[in-house]
């Protein structure tokens, strides 16, 4: 496609679904001849694609669309795309009057509106992409925006889109639709076109990825998927996100420990450490059959990483509910928690049913007693690593240091001169802390090693 004297940029919050999304977008504006320009205020087209997980997420991304207003003003002919979770699936009617500036308006995961439109008043219609929704894509094609293309080592694929399950917290499945599989001949067609275009890593998406498949028509499991992933040349590593508690069988367990290049990591949330909390969520386990579910993993794949996600503050949570959470977090000693404070999120279950009763101080106090524990423990657990010689895939040089991640994606900071992104190599560990970590690259021959 001829390139057309047209910029985008493309605005991206939230989770690794969204980045995923960003990129197959940009890849696709490029299809249509678009350039990318890294600053905003220079571009044709402007794609804001959003989060509104919590409330400070939804701030975040009405308080950039207002900023950008102004460049609307300036240059009418200024296509603003509002894309993501502030749109859902359900229609923008109600956003849409809100917002007489914004342009158009795209459900997550979802090219297809800001296509259309483009395509109608541009004389480049490329066939494939007009009708293109949810980023289907054919074998061969160039899914990388330039500006990436020979850089990106690591890259998320979407394998489960939207959300059946209904935690009374979450809005996603709200904004992101039903469950859907992707085809599995989909996803091995864009880890393959990823891997042609440099990428060495792909991280597996799905709000609840173990329900990969559940829907498909020949059955095919998440197993199966990494089964065949393990066997595109050149991803040398394989990891997904996020787990569900109720959904992780020990099939995939087994693919983890067999499968050379899925990587020893696991997300698991749990949300609360108290059953009863855990019910009002919906969440469908107790913390009892959480805690066997850890001892499982940990049994099946030693040495493995995993992080979980608590809320704190949810409807109703008192002060020895919360110690349950703290408790279980001090005995589990995972690796990463993601911690959050209970944001009442319009239209879900515990918004319309469970008074936010929790003070907001009382939220920041509970928090930051699991943050600073959750350091204590990652602190010890990452100062084991002291000393060890791990395999790193380096992925970017930030600061004068290269940037990678070890097995159990604890990242890591190597100083060297040398170019070092995308390779797997060899390094001593010379720092610990709780968050990362620094070391020595290795290397016993001129020529970096390679490890498999
Ligand atoms: N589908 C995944 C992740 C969902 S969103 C899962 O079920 O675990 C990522 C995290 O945001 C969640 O794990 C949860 O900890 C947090 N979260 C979701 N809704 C929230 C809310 N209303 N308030 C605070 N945190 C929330």
Redesign the pocket.
């Known amino acids: 496609m001829d390139k057309l004297d047209k910029k985008y940029h493309i605005w991206t919050a939230g ?1 690794q679904m969204n980045v995923a999304d960003s990129r197959r977008l940009g890849s696709s504006l490029e299809h249509l001849g678009y350039q990318y320009t890294e600053k905003a205020k220079d571009a044709d087209v402007l794609v804001l694609n959003t989060c509104v ?2 409330q400070s997420a939804e701030d975040k991304a009405l308080g950039y669309l207002h900023s950008i207003r102004p460049l609307k003003e300036k240059n009418p002919n200024l296509v603003i795309n509002l894309m993501g979770c502030l749109v859902g699936v359900r229609g923008a009617e109600k956003l849409r009057k809100k917002l007489p500036f914004v342009d158009v308006f795209s459900p997550p995961s979802d090219s297809g509106p800001l296509i259309a439109y483009l395509s109608q008043d541009a004389d480049y219609i490329a066939e494939a992409n007009a009708t293109q929704s949810r980023f289907a894509l054919m074998d061969g094609e160039i899914i990388i925006p330039e500006h990436e293309r020979g850089k990106l080592v690591s890259a998320f694929i979407p394998i489960v889109y939207g ?1 059946s ?1 209904a ?1 009374t ?4 499945p709200y904004r992101r639709g039903i469950e859907e599989s992707r085809p599995l001949e989909e996803i091995l067609v864009e880890a393959r076109s990823l891997a042609r275009q440099g990428v060495k890593e792909i991280t597996l998406l ?3 990825v173990d329900r990969y498949g559940k829907d498909l028509e020949n059955g095919e499991n998440l197993a199966d998927l990494l089964r065949l992933l393990n066997e595109v040349e050149g991803i040398e590593r394989i990891r997904f996100l ?1 787990s ?1 508690p109720n959904y992780f069988d020990v099939e995939v367990m087994h693919a983890v420990a067999e499968l050379e290049k899925v990587m020893p990591h696991f997300e698991v ?1 749990i ?1 609360a450490g108290d059953d009863e909390v855990l019910e009002n969520m919906h969440r469908g386990y107790t913390q009892a059959d959480y805690r066997a579910l850890i001892a499982k993993i940990r049994e099946e794949v030693p040495n493995c990483s995993i992080a979980t ?3 704190v503050g949810f409807p109703g949570e008192t002060d020895e509910q919360f110690e349950r959470s703290y408790q279980l977090l001090g005995d589990l000693k995972m690796d990463v928690a ?8 319009k239209g ?1 279950v ?1 918004q319309r049913r469970m008074p936010d009763d929790v003070p907001d101080a009382v939220k920041r106090k509970r928090f930051h007693r699991l943050e600073s524990l959750q350091k204590t423990i990652a602190s010890e657990i990452n100062a084991r690593l002291l000393g060890e010689t791990v395999p790193v895939l380096f992925e970017a040089k930030v600061k004068g240091r290269w940037r990678g991640r070890t097995p159990t994606n604890k990242l890591v900071f190597v100083e060297a001169d040398d170019d070092l992104r995308g390779l797997i190599l060899p390094v001593r560990i010379t720092w610990t802390g709780p968050w990362s970590m620094q070391a020595q690259l290795l290397k016993s021959s001129p020529e970096p090693i390679v490890l498999k």
């Open positions: 989770c997980v919590r959300c399950h935690c917290y979450c809005i996603i799905g709000q609840i996020t569900h949330p949300q996600d608590i809320i993601h911690l959050a404070r209970y944001s009442p999120r879900t515990s």
